[in-house]
């Protein structure tokens, strides 16, 4: 793509090439990906959509946060959207899934976070309804808060994510390029044994005619370093040294590891077809 490469770090795809914090991303390392990105390559290029983060980094042992997602933005939580879900292995926890199953659909912001604060963070949910939009949590809400795991690097049990935790993820939400990595409810993740996180990216889809936006986020909290595999190159065998993990008695049992992906798109998508895009 134009001015998509190192070479031209100020071109029109700059923002495909580092993060807002300056961090490499993929392409910026010559990694090849296929299909066309949109504006920021993020979650953020779908219409209205507005991501927000609180990142706790506190002494060595507190390591979390809360990622807050806002599909129609910080001003129409009341407004549906057609929505799927699917639970890939059963590991993980995320409330507000039996109306989706229910309904097709669901109203108000995402919280993402770690695993001993899904409550907090459906509560904190609540809590910022109630402050912003008061008419709207007068009738019933199902937020939808989910969850990793970040025992390994945070102190889990520590009770660090409060409900104004939560609430000031959702109120920093905006639109625009957002960071990725340690950061929001990705900052105490791994994944292949590496240090892992929160990404996003996005893809411009033409159909009829017309071009729709595809944006994904993920909160990435999974895999065995053998696994790993980059742009098709089998990496991770070659990377088993140097693994501090390896050792962690704590560790989860092989297939029990987790990630959180929330995929968005300004397509009209109605329920029954929104869900046949959760399983692919």
Not at 109 to 133: K, L, S, Y
Not at 197 to 219: I, M
Request: proline share 9%; aromatic share 6%.
């Amino acid at each position: 793509m134009e001015g998509d490469s190192p070479a031209d770090p100020q071109g029109p795809h700059a923002l495909h090439l580092r993060t807002p914090g300056g961090k490499p991303r993929s392409r910026a390392l010559g990694i090849p990906f296929k299909g066309i990105p949109g504006p920021w390559n993020a979650i953020t290029d779908v219409p209205g959509l507005e991501v927000g983060y609180v990142t706790l980094i506190e002494g060595s042992d507190v390591r979390t946060g809360v990622t807050a997602i806002h599909p129609r933005g910080r001003n129409l939580p009341g407004d549906p959207v057609s929505a799927g879900f699917h639970s890939q292995n059963g590991t993980g926890e995320m409330t507000g899934v039996s109306w989706i199953e229910e309904s097709g659909t669901f109203s108000g912001p995402v919280a993402i976070t770690n695993t001993h604060a899904v409550g907090i963070a459906h509560a904190g949910i609540v809590a910022w309804t109630v402050a912003r939009h008061p008419k709207l949590a007068e009738s019933w809400l199902f937020p939808v808060a989910a969850e990793t795991w970040d025992g390994y690097l945070n102190d889990i049990n520590g009770h660090h994510i409060s409900e104004s935790t939560v609430v000031r993820a959702l109120d920093d939400a905006d639109r625009g390029p957002i960071e990725e990595g340690s950061v929001g409810g990705g900052t105490g993740m791994n994944c292949y044994a590496f240090k892992g996180g929160s990404g996003t990216a996005s893809r411009l889809v033409e159909y009829n005619d017309t071009l729709y936006t595809v944006g994904v986020f993920v909160q990435a909290n999974f895999g065995a370093r053998r696994e790993l595999t980059l742009a098709g190159v089998p990496l991770g065998e070659a990377l088993l040294d140097d693994n501090p993990m390896a050792a962690y008695a704590a560790g989860p049992p092989p297939g029990s590891g987790s990630a959180i992906v929330v995929v968005a798109t300004d397509a009209p998508l109605i329920p029954p077809s929104a869900k046949p895009w959760r399983v692919k």
